[in-house]
């Protein structure tokens, strides 16, 4: 069973939050859902449906329900020392060498962030 509910969860990620939580019945589900987890003492986090998330805000969100995680969540993991790419300033990812191929910056190299296209940071080396 709680395979199956997990299932529609991953199936309803790209899903607008319109389509989800708007039906009578769905809010009923989240509420009965709430009032549960509170009875047993378990905290639940709810986070507005977005586009793209800053990592900062949602760590900070987590820390505000999950107190003492504030220390473990402030620094992204760090990429193995004999990785000479860095790391993505705005989500801590891995970056790729790239070569612009036409515009004003052919020819020119620049690190690419490797969560394009949900990350487009760019860092110029030329």
Same mark, same amino acid.
């Given at each position: @069973?709680?395979?199956?509910? =997990? @299932?529609?969860?991953?199936?309803? =990620?790209?899903? /607008? /939050? !319109?389509? #989800? ?9 989240? %509420? ?6 509170? %009875?047993?003492?378990?905290? &639940? ?6 586009? *793209?998330? +800053?990592?900062? !805000? =949602?760590?900070?969100?987590?820390? +505000?329900?999950? /107190?003492? $995680?504030?220390? $473990? ?9 004999? +990785? +000479? !790419? ?6 801590? *990812?891995? @970056? =790729? ?6 515009? /004003? ?8 962030? $490797? ?5 487009? !940071? #760019?860092?110029? &080396?030329?």
């Amino acid at each position: @069973m709680l395979f199956r509910h =997990v @299932m529609r969860i991953r199936d309803l =990620v790209d899903c /607008p /939050p !319109e389509f #989800i939580h708007n039906r009578k019945d769905r809010q009923d589900r989240d %509420a009965f859902l709430d009032r549960a987890l509170n %009875a047993a003492g378990l905290a &639940i986090l709810h986070i507005k449906a977005a586009r *793209t998330y +800053s990592i900062r !805000e =949602v760590q900070q969100r987590i820390a +505000s329900v999950l /107190p003492g $995680t504030a220390c $473990t969540l402030s620094a992204p993991p760090p990429l193995p020392a004999e +990785s +000479s !790419e860095p790391s993505c300033p705005k989500c801590h *990812t891995a @970056m =790729v060498q790239r070569k612009a191929a036409k515009g /004003p910056h052919a020819c020119k190299r620049f690190w690419a962030c $490797t969560n394009y296209p949900r990350c487009r !940071e #760019i860092i110029g &080396i030329d």
